[in-house]
């Protein structure tokens, strides 16, 4: 029995590669044992391509979304002939970098050390540039990545630009002939009930006010796009991922894929499931949410194409999953009983949980019982 593991990292805790092995160390089976690093565009996705593709990770000395110090990285690697760059937006904008998001961060964050990578990113020479823009822990309407890369930002001051601009001239930006591709799955609007501020606003620390004002100053930019390059960021899917990143970036004109495809073409996850018998996927929390555009379900999608035997599991479920439940039927969370928080995150504690359901679920496919 051949069995393949790809399983997304549990935020925190485990990582993809960390995950997939405790699963195939537990497994038994006389078959061959394939682990294989995976994302969706979040956390762990420059990794995952590492993992399978190799590769040069640069190092840039610039800020994270604090415009605190920090050194950050991004990947430059050959894929089908042509040399790709590849940058996590959370290494330097990412939420895991604030101790708490608190009001008071969401109103200084910026996305400006994002600029700074991707200019550095630039410097390669890459035939593509890919922006993975999961886990942000800012809401600025990617404002601060712009004027990173030459914008004019009229009344700006300190801290996150979305709340003084008065005006926003893009004719000073840096001019980027590279090929840029966004890596997400949200597909919200710039502006709105559903956009950048006031959907994702409130867990990166926002209070109703200042994400009320956001919005309104996204509005304004929305409508001074209009009327500068005829183009409506309310109307492109995707512009407010990222606290309004994927805005910014489709002003510079960047095309968005599926985060979870994207990195399975690169990583070839369908040719690995395809030579599987089993497969075991999950992240840290099923839930109604998996369904839209997460790897566990990205990975159920591909057996189901393939006829192909795939259980799920998870530090945690919802109780009720939808639709879900059509392509993953059975899901299995790690946890023994009731647990804290903080001993559900421990790492030690998690993989060997992974380790010792892996084994008890492998018995239900062989006849090793003893």
Known sequence: MN???????????ASSVELNQAVLNGWMTNGKKSNQPIADGGEGTTEAIYHTLGGEWKKVQGMDLLFRQKESRYLVTMYNHKKIAIIESAEVVGIDLLSKPTD??????????????????????PDEIIIALGGSGCSDGGLGLLQSLGATLVGVTEGNPLLSVKELDLHTLMPITTKLTIASD????YTGELGAALLFGTQKGGTPDTLAFLDQQAKSIVDQIKTSQSLDLDDLPGSGAAGGIGGALFL?????????????????LEEQVKEADIIVTGEGRIDQQTIHGKVPYGVALLAKKHHKKIIGICGSREKELGELTRFLPSIFSIQ??????????????????????????????????S
């Open 104 to 125: 008071q961060t969401i109103r200084l964050a910026s996305s400006f050390g994002l600029g700074e990578l991707i200019k550095d990113a630039i410097k390669q020479q």
């Open 3 to 13: 069995v393949l593991a790809a399983i997304d990292s549990f935020k925190g805790s």
């Open 252 to 268: 510079l004109g960047a095309t968005m894929q599926s985060g979870f495809q994207l990195v399975a073409e690169l990583v070839g």
């Open 186 to 189: 949200v597909t919200s609007p």
């Open 336 to 369: 023994f009983g009731p647990i804290t928080l903080a001993e559900a995150m421990d790492p030690h504690e998690t993989l060997e949980k992974v380790q010792l359901l892996s084994t008890a679920l492998s018995h239900l496919f062989t006849n090793e019982f």
